[in-house]
Protein backbone atom coordinates (compact mmCIF):
# COMPACT_ATOMS: atom_id res chain seq x y z
CA UNK A 1 0.00 0.00 0.00
CA UNK A 2 1.40 4.02 -0.98
CA UNK A 3 1.13 5.96 1.91
CA UNK A 4 0.67 9.41 -0.26
CA UNK A 5 0.89 11.85 2.49
CA UNK A 6 4.72 10.21 2.86
CA UNK A 7 5.51 12.02 -0.33
CA UNK A 8 5.45 15.07 1.40
CA UNK A 9 7.93 14.72 3.59
CA UNK A 10 10.86 14.73 0.95
CA UNK A 11 13.55 17.02 1.59
CA UNK A 12 14.24 17.40 -1.82
CA UNK A 13 11.09 18.29 -3.00
CA UNK A 14 9.91 20.46 -0.13
CA UNK A 15 11.91 22.70 1.84
CA UNK A 16 11.09 21.86 5.42
CA UNK A 17 8.50 19.08 4.70
CA UNK A 18 7.54 18.95 8.63
CA UNK A 19 6.47 22.95 8.64
CA UNK A 20 2.77 23.28 7.79
CA UNK A 21 2.86 25.70 4.64
CA UNK A 22 -0.39 25.29 3.04
CA UNK A 23 0.94 27.14 -0.33
CA UNK A 24 3.92 25.30 -0.68
CA UNK A 25 2.09 24.11 -3.90
CA UNK A 26 2.33 27.56 -5.79
CA UNK A 27 6.08 27.24 -5.41
CA UNK A 28 6.83 24.42 -7.07
CA UNK A 29 7.01 23.31 -11.07
CA UNK A 30 3.78 21.99 -12.59
CA UNK A 31 5.90 19.09 -13.42
CA UNK A 32 7.03 18.53 -10.09
CA UNK A 33 3.52 19.01 -8.48
CA UNK A 34 2.38 16.34 -10.76
CA UNK A 35 4.76 13.86 -9.18
CA UNK A 36 4.68 14.27 -5.62
CA UNK A 37 0.62 15.54 -5.23
CA UNK A 38 -1.17 12.54 -5.46
CA UNK A 39 -5.36 13.08 -4.36
CA UNK A 40 -6.95 9.59 -3.57
CA UNK A 41 -3.99 8.08 -4.58
CA UNK A 42 -4.20 8.31 -7.90
CA UNK A 43 -2.24 11.34 -8.90
CA UNK A 44 -3.59 13.36 -11.88
CA UNK A 45 -6.24 11.27 -12.49
CA UNK A 46 -9.26 10.38 -10.16
CA UNK A 47 -11.79 7.97 -9.23
CA UNK A 48 -15.60 8.22 -10.22
CA UNK A 49 -16.48 8.87 -6.68
CA UNK A 50 -14.65 11.75 -6.00
CA UNK A 51 -16.32 14.94 -5.94
CA UNK A 52 -18.91 12.79 -4.14
CA UNK A 53 -16.22 12.02 -1.26
CA UNK A 54 -15.30 15.79 -1.05
CA UNK A 55 -19.35 17.02 -0.46
CA UNK A 56 -19.49 13.89 2.31
CA UNK A 57 -16.57 14.38 4.07
CA UNK A 58 -16.97 18.21 4.06
CA UNK A 59 -20.91 17.69 5.21
CA UNK A 60 -19.47 15.62 7.79
CA UNK A 61 -16.73 17.67 9.57
CA UNK A 62 -19.15 20.82 9.03
CA UNK A 63 -21.41 19.17 11.54
CA UNK A 64 -19.07 17.88 13.72
CA UNK A 65 -17.41 20.63 14.32
CA UNK A 66 -20.13 22.87 14.43
CA UNK A 67 -22.25 21.16 17.06
CA UNK A 68 -20.36 19.59 18.80
CA UNK A 69 -17.31 20.39 21.31
CA UNK A 70 -14.05 18.44 22.03
CA UNK A 71 -12.13 18.03 25.41
CA UNK A 72 -9.05 15.86 25.40
CA UNK A 73 -8.95 13.60 28.64
CA UNK A 74 -5.93 11.96 28.10
CA UNK A 75 -3.38 11.90 25.34
CA UNK A 76 -0.38 9.93 24.55
CA UNK A 77 2.53 10.33 22.18
CA UNK A 78 1.96 11.32 18.55
CA UNK A 79 4.31 10.13 15.90
CA UNK A 80 4.42 10.80 12.30
CA UNK A 81 5.09 7.31 10.65
CA UNK A 82 4.26 8.87 7.80
CA UNK A 83 0.82 8.94 8.75
CA UNK A 84 -0.44 10.38 12.14
CA UNK A 85 -0.82 7.81 15.01
CA UNK A 86 -1.26 7.88 18.44
CA UNK A 87 1.04 5.28 19.89
CA UNK A 88 -0.96 4.56 23.66
CA UNK A 89 -4.30 5.94 21.98
CA UNK A 90 -5.96 9.61 22.49
CA UNK A 91 -9.21 9.77 25.02
CA UNK A 92 -11.61 12.98 24.21
CA UNK A 93 -15.00 13.97 25.42
CA UNK A 94 -17.22 15.09 22.82
CA UNK A 95 -20.66 17.50 23.83
CA UNK A 96 -22.94 19.20 22.45
CA UNK A 97 -21.91 22.81 22.52
Do not use: C
Not at 9 to 28: D, G, Q, S
Not at 64 to 76: H, T, V
Amino acid sequence: MLVTSSLQFNPNTFENPLEFHPWRWKELDSHVVSKNFMPFSGGPRQYAGAEYNRVFMATFFHVLLAKYRWMKIKAGKIYRKPVLWFGEGIHVKVSDK
